[in-house]
Structures are given as structure tokens and as C-alpha cells.
């Protein structure tokens, strides 16, 4: 649902090997729901996904990419979700908020985190797209048992230098499970956004890999991703038609 007044400012592309259009190139109102422009918003177009396995979403305030970031809608596809904006919280019941009286735990040694440390997932033994992990990150033993307990997972929203300040400013999260993905795919992104490693994916894609193979239910990746899908083609659309509106003469 829109938010704010509608903007009518000159479109502008943000340089670069692949040229990103930056918020005011849109005009319209915000959604409150999912942060996008009108002209990005899928809410409508998407179903809630009734999920077991709770997701908290820690964005760091710095955090720019408003425009492909998928935070808001990862938020909002997911029953048991929360974004939270901020630097550092005292525990994860204090991360939660309201959610912490929806979720089967607020310990957070029921928990777990994407890992952000050095193991890359070649590195990892074929046949599984989802490690649980030690800290030194490598995989516990009984993978089907370490992850059937997780009661929710933490993803940390922002760049590379972000996250790792999001992990080092909430010692709680070093209580968590540590968890590993490595995707048989890259990132539906693409070539609008190179990621330093292969197995990097959008906040979405990386809630929707772990919590589908945790729940064991493909169908909730399928569900996000298309979501997804839906808003990286109305983007290339609006860039497809930016691009030609400033071709002109």
C-alpha cells in the first residue's frame, strides 16, 4: 500500500559495467509493505507462505539498494518474518520484537545464521545445497538432525563490510547455528548485480534456499523466487523503456 506522495523528479541511471536505476528514476509512491516503488511492487501479486521455520531479517542502516534490494518482500512473502533496521540489539527476544511471541523459540541456540565466514561452498561435500556448520566451518555430523531443530534463521541485509559489522556488534549471534548454502544456481540477478562469490544470492533467495530445504518443502522456494521474478522484470522493463526514452533525439 503507497506511503508516501508521488515523486515527478528526472529519471537518473547510476554508472557502472551495468547501469542500476536509482529510486527517483521512478515516479509514483512507495509501498509500505515492500519499500518498492509502484512501478517494482509485486505484494499484490503474491501469496503469503505459511512458514514453520521463522525468518529475521537484521538490515544494516547504511544499507542503499532500495530499488533491487529484496528485503521488504522477503518480509512480506513470508507468515513469520520480521526486517529490522539498526546496527546491534541486546538479544535475539530484543531482535524479534512482537514476532517473539509467534515463534516456537527465542533461544538462540534453536537458531541459526548464515555463516559469513572464509568456507566457500565448492568446498563443501556434494549432494547438499544446505551445511550446517561448525565455527571453524566445517560440517557438523547428522546434517538432517542438526537442522530439523532450527526454529528460525538469521540473515544479515547489506554489503559484504555491513554484514560483517551486523555479526560483530550482536555477540547473541555467535550462540547460533551456523549455516552454509550452496546453490546448485547463482543469483536471479545476474548480471544487475555481481556478487563476490558464486553461492552469493539477494536476502530472498538465500531465506527461501535455506527455509525450503529446512522445512523440506521446495514449494516455498518456488513461491519466493517467483515473486521475485515477477519484480526483476518489471525492473528490466523500466530500464528497457528508460533507456529508450533517453536514446531519443
Given at each position: 500500500m503507497p506511503s508516501r506522495q508521488p515523486r515527478?523528479?528526472?529519471?537518473?541511471?547510476?554508472?557502472?559495467?551495468?547501469?542500476?536505476?536509482?529510486?527517483?528514476?521512478?515516479?509514483?509512491?512507495?509501498?509500505?509493505?515492500?519499500?518498492?516503488?509502484?512501478?517494482?511492487?509485486?505484494?499484490?501479486?503474491?501469496?503469503?507462505?505459511?512458514?514453520?521455520?521463522?525468518?529475521?531479517?537484521?538490515?544494516?542502516?547504511?544499507?542503499?539498494?532500495?530499488?533491487?534490494?529484496?528485503?521488504?518482500?522477503?518480509?512480506?512473502?513470508?507468515?513469520?518474518?520480521?526486517?529490522?533496521?539498526?546496527?546491534?540489539?541486546?538479544?535475539?527476544?530484543?531482535?524479534?520484537?512482537?514476532?517473539?511471541?509467534?515463534?516456537?523459540?527465542?533461544?538462540?541456540?534453536?537458531?541459526?545464521t548464515l555463516h559469513l565466514g572464509a568456507v566457500r561452498a565448492e568446498a563443501l561435500p556434494p549432494g547438499r545445497e544446505l551445511f550446517a556448520v561448525d565455527a571453524k566451518g566445517a560440517p557438523l555430523a547428522g546434517q538432517d538432525s542438526a537442522l530439523s531443530g532450527i526454529a528460525g534463521i538469521v540473515l544479515f541485509d547489506g554489503t559484504w563490510s555491513q554484514a560483517k559489522t551486523l555479526w560483530w556488534r550482536n555477540p547473541w549471534v555467535l550462540k547460533t547455528q551456523r549455516l552454509v548454502l550452496a546453490p546448485k544456481r547463482p543469483s536471479r540477478y545476474g548480471a544487475l548485480r555481481r556478487e563476490p562469490r558464486r553461492e552469493g544470492l539477494s536476502t530472498l533467495e538465500a531465506a527461501a534456499h535455506a527455509v525450503a530445504r529446512i522445512e523440506g518443502r521446495p514449494e516455498i522456494e518456488t513461491a519466493l523466487t517467483a515473486g521475485f521474478d515477477r519484480m526483476l522484470a518489471k525492473y528490466r522493463a523500466a530500464r528497457g523503456a528508460q533507456s529508450a526514452e533517453s536514446a531519443q533525439p
Open positions: 515527478h523528479r528526472r529519471p537518473r541511471v547510476s554508472g557502472g559495467q551495468t547501469k542500476i536505476l536509482r529510486l527517483e528514476a521512478f515516479s509514483g509512491a512507495i509501498c509500505a509493505r515492500c519499500g518498492k516503488p509502484a512501478a517494482l511492487c509485486v505484494c499484490d501479486e503474491v501469496a503469503t507462505v505459511d512458514n514453520r521455520v521463522a525468518v529475521l531479517i537484521l538490515q544494516h542502516p547504511q544499507e542503499q539498494d532500495k530499488v533491487l534490494g529484496t528485503a521488504g518482500l522477503t518480509a512480506r512473502q513470508f507468515a513469520k518474518a520480521a526486517l529490522r533496521v539498526g546496527l546491534s540489539w541486546p538479544s535475539l527476544a530484543k531482535a524479534l520484537g512482537p514476532m517473539a511471541e509467534r515463534v516456537a523459540s527465542s533461544d538462540p541456540r534453536r537458531w541459526a
